[in-house]
């Protein structure tokens, strides 16, 4: 095998808001679209496609112009976030620091059976064709329990959730109440953004950390560690 061939792409993509510079991903260039409209509404600068008016990415550049409604940019000003540095990505991010801010919520549902979290998980990492190339890059995908609905594959595993509920969000396909499957670790910060979509539950064939499994509690949403194992830990709502 020739060194280069083991290597996973990695490139700089910035983001502009209403005229003002808010974000530089360090991923793996394809869906930026997908990505770019994820993290917004991962953040809250959009609840739904109409709250995003325009998204122009430069010709030149790696980057995107995202015209947003300027009501939703003062909510999420309103909010006085704290920048963190992310457990995962490595990357300064505007999530809320404060998982006790996360609103109380009802249980969202319930997620499948081991034998169906075997079988999805087995389809997301037979469609992962970089980690079937390289191994160094991390997958994520929105199910209904039963098939893949969108797929993505990053070298952040934050950036592969924004970009398949961005992918989501483009295509007005509803959020609420479908699962997410993720190949890392569910850190807080990956609870929050499946948190705001309305996600009902997250898998990962590893482990949540405390905090994710504080917000999952306060939002009513269900994790699932060592979900490929046979013996799936579920952590629910008020359990």
């Given at each position: 095998m020739q060194a280069d061939s083991a290597a996973v792409e990695e490139w700089p993509v910035w983001l502009e808001v209403n005229g003002h510079p808010v974000v530089t991903w360090m991923c793996t260039p394809d869906q930026l679209e997908e990505l770019a409209v994820g993290w917004l509404h991962?953040?809250?600068?959009?609840e739904t496609?109409?709250?995003?008016?325009r998204l122009r990415p430069c010709a030149t550049d790696l980057g995107f112009w995202a015209d947003v409604k300027p009501e939703r940019v003062a909510l999420v000003q309103g909010e006085n976030r704290k920048r963190v540095l992310a457990s995962g990505c490595g990357a300064v991010t505007t999530m809320l620091a404060d998982p006790h801010r996360v609103k109380h919520a009802p249980p969202r549902g319930e997620p499948p059976t081991a034998e169906s979290?075997?079988?999805v998980f087995k389809?997301?990492?037979a469609t992962g064709e970089r980690y079937n190339e390289t191994g160094g890059i991390h997958a994520a995908a929105l199910t209904?329990?039963?098939r893949?609905?969108?797929?993505?594959?990053?070298?952040g595993r934050h950036n592969a959730v924004d970009k398949v509920i961005g992918a989501a969000v483009?295509?007005?396909e509803p959020l609420g109440g479908r699962g997410l499957l993720v190949t890392g670790r569910i850190s807080a910060e990956l609870a929050f953004k499946a948190s705001r979509a309305g996600l009902a539950w997250v898998a990962t064939p590893s482990v949540p950390s405390t905090l994710a499994l504080t917000i999952a509690q306060r939002s009513g949403m269900v994790l699932v560690g060592r979900a490929v194992s046979g013996t799936p830990h579920v952590h629910r709502p008020g359990a």
């Open positions: 991962g953040e809250g600068y959009i496609r109409d709250d995003l008016l979290f075997r079988a389809a997301l990492f209904d329990g039963q893949l609905l969108f797929h993505a594959e990053d070298i483009l295509a007005r």
